[in-house]
């Protein structure tokens, strides 16, 4: 299927450090294109993957796992190890999940995380039916597009299929259990209006890191997809410069590199 218009990867090559960003379940990089511009024009490189079974049509994710979403970024990642000196993951909702996860992994290899409100778990019942649900029923309303700002719109499923759904909870419990591994400085933006993803598991991540270095910051005036909200410069502008104080050379390859 062709990836609709939008929802393309975005890679910019830029400078030695370098920034991998994971958009979340259902949606695709348009979520993350402004933040990663706003990276890449102040002479970062950057990488932005497509997650698959993302970005075509709902039938196309539900043949896919977590698997496959954390092999993307995974691979992005190894990418920008090869050619930049200092790299840093980040992502929003499940892609959150998907940068912790990474760090957990990977240590040393990665050198800061950038979380926007990430998630830890599939709340409620339906989390607990969904073993079986799933072979009795294809989908459920979307959750794509819980924005504040008018006029923003969020470029996502308006279902999520629940084959796709009962891994992202798998992937949940995967990464909890991983989080005690997760040594990097963190940095953690969060909306205390968020319909998708609820307090709780902001909360979980920074009870169960062993960061020492870690920094939460509230995002007033937006909802879940706060890439995209009234919040959004400032998640660009505290994570530029939370990899500026921990790769001090981003301020002088902003004055140099191009856009």
């Not at 798998?170 to 991983?178: A, K, P, S």
Request: glycine share 10%; hydrophobic share 40%; with cysteine.
């Amino acid at each position: 299927m062709p990836v609709l218009p939008g929802a393309e990867p975005f890679r910019h090559e830029g400078g030695e450090v370098g920034v991998l960003l994971c958009h979340g379940f259902t949606g695709s990089p348009q979520s993350l294109r402004p933040w990663a511009e706003y990276l890449a024009e102040r002479g970062l490189t950057v990488s932005l993957p497509l997650l698959p079974g993302h970005g075509t049509r709902w039938e196309d994710l539900q043949l896919t796992g977590w698997q496959d979403w954390y092999a993307e970024v995974d691979r992005a990642l190894y990418g920008l190890r090869e050619r930049c000196a200092r790299v840093f993951v980040a992502g929003l909702s499940m892609g959150g999940a998907l940068a912790l996860r990474l760090a957990a992994r990977h240590g040393d290899a990665v050198g800061g995380v950038v979380v926007v409100n990430p998630a830890n778990k599939v709340h409620g019942l339906s989390a607990y039916a969904l073993p079986v649900a799933r072979h009795l029923v294809r989908t459920t309303k979307g959750i794509a597009s819980d924005i504040a700002l008018p006029g923003s719109a969020e470029l996502g499923y308006d279902r999520v299929p629940l084959h796709a759904a009962h891994s992202l909870r798998t992937f949940f419990r995967l990464v909890d259990r991983e989080l005690p591994q997760v040594t990097q400085p963190l940095l953690l933006l969060r909306s205390p209006q968020d319909h998708v993803v609820p307090p709780a598991d902001s909360a979980r991540v920074l009870s169960r890191v062993s960061s020492t270095d870690v920094t939460e910051i509230l995002l007033e005036h937006s909802y879940h997809v706060a890439t995209l909200d009234h919040d959004a410069d400032r998640i660009f502008e505290e994570s530029l410069a939370f990899v500026g104080r921990l790769a001090p050379s981003v301020g002088k390859e902003g004055t140099t590199a191009g856009g």
